[in-house]
């Protein structure tokens, strides 16, 4: 490829590239560097002099983003661009790309997994199984719910949330869902019913939240909003941790109205790590929570997804043209290099 770009490929060791990405690099004739850099001034340091820089879960604050003189592309392999400064970003003239599509059937899969396992309270009823207290077990199972009696709340209906309310639908769940616009149109064949925050956290056994973290979400759910929610209900959260305020979130969980809360993120808690860790907080002490590690996007296919949509943007890039536009996250960007419109083509190897 001419001229030579030089590209950095961040989180080498934590998420090391596959043998697709790989495949896909070298077919597109793209030559990255691999690093594992995590603090800002070696990410500076680094960094200096690339055409494109591409990461998984590595912060790169404002600091860093101002560095990258000669930058045109900051990729994001993944979906959400949190922990990257997309506006100094887009002050620079860097296109922010993402792969939003890749893991929403895994997302989705795994909210409904959480849900059946919420709504037949399976961690505790193993527990009792393995304890062979069979008593307790019909006790509490008595008390349980028909799903098909229960109504679903989707704060935020993206791709994402759209799929979990087809998912949801075949169960007899009720389907609710709010955003932004709510007069937008919805797909005619979608039962879903779009109502107001408040009027949601009411009427929802449910409640999953499908929403980006930006300054306007952070702690959204802070202890009025939780305190709202309807009595016996249940919180889901895959998107991003300080969505919600966990101190409040545990308090709410011992005090009611919840009833129980199924995890993926966290703001307390850092799992990209490869060291095993001794975890202490009061949400590991409560017994009504279902916690995972940030799995919910992980699959093989979602893997080969999001290196696909990852080379397709830096591809499109270095050869002169924008990634898709669906994948651009900051779309009122002015390239610091002119660019001609997106080239489906030269995707085609991917």
Sequence with gaps: MAPPFRYVRLNATLYPAGELERSLYAKSGIEPEYAEEEDPQELIRRLAGCDAVAVVSTGLPAAVVASLDRCRLISRLGNGTDKIAVEKATEHGIIVSNAPFFCAEEMTDHIMAMLLSLARQLPRMEQ????GRFRQARVESTQLQRLSTCA??????????EMVARRAKPF???????????????????????VDLETL????DFVSL??????????MFDEELLRKMKPGSYLINTSRGALVDEDALVRVLREGPL????????????????????????????????MTSHVSAHSVQSGEDVARTGVCNLASVFKGHWPAPENIVNRGVVPR?????????????A
């Design 128 to 131: 009792f199984m393995r304890a």
């Design 152 to 161: 679903l709340g989707i704060v935020g209906f993206g791709a994402t949330g």
């Design 172 to 194: 007899g769940l009720r389907v609710l869902a709010t955003r932004r616009n709510l007069q937008a149109p919805l797909p005619s064949d979608l039962e879903v019913e779009m």
């Design 201 to 204: 956290l009411a009427e929802s």
């Design 210 to 219: 499908q929403v980006p973290l930006n300054a306007d979400t952070y702690h």
């Design 259 to 290: 009833a129980g809360a199924a995890l993926d993120t966290y703001e307390w808690l850092n799992v990209f790590t490869d060291e095993d860790q001794t975890l202490q907080h009061p949400l590991m002490e409560l017994d009504n929570v279902l």
């Design 337 to 349: 290099y002119p660019l001609k419109p997106h080239d489906a083509e030269l995707c085609a190897s």
